[in-house]
């Protein structure tokens, strides 16, 4: 069994950033793609970023140059550092780990607004 727990979202002016925290748990027994999603009211589950075993990460356009997605020490876990936010970003933000199935955490809100 695998288990994903989030940590870091909140509510957070524009310009602002957040840091966001997930720790993978159970049986992985190697290093996989771990990476972000979000869901914004009303719109489809959209990926934001990931980062593969060999470290390269992707990332959604409309995030390039202000996210950064990166792996703990520990490599089960990885980190999503949201620079200069927008209420655009609002969304729940779920962490993922693809093994042979997609596990997904529970997901965590994430609020811009002034």
């Known amino acids: 069994q695998v288990q994903l727990v989030e940590s870091g979202g909140g509510l957070v002016q524009p310009g602002g950033s957040l840091r966001l925290s997930c720790a993978a748990s159970?049986?992985?027994?190697?290093?996989?793609?771990m990476g972000w999603y979000r869901q914004a009211p009303g719109k489809q589950r959209e990926l934001v970023a990931n980062?593969?075993?060999?470290?390269?990460?992707n990332y959604a356009d409309s995030v390039k140059g202000r996210f950064t997605i990166s792996r703990g020490n520990t490599k089960n876990t990885v980190y999503l550092q949201m620079n200069r936010l927008t209420p655009e970003d609002t969304a729940v933000y779920y962490c993922y780990l693809q093994l042979a199935l997609k596990y997904w955490g529970q997901g965590t809100q994430v609020t811009v607004s002034s």
């Open positions: 159970g049986s992985i027994f190697s290093i996989y793609t």
């Open positions: 980062i593969t075993s060999g470290d390269n990460t």
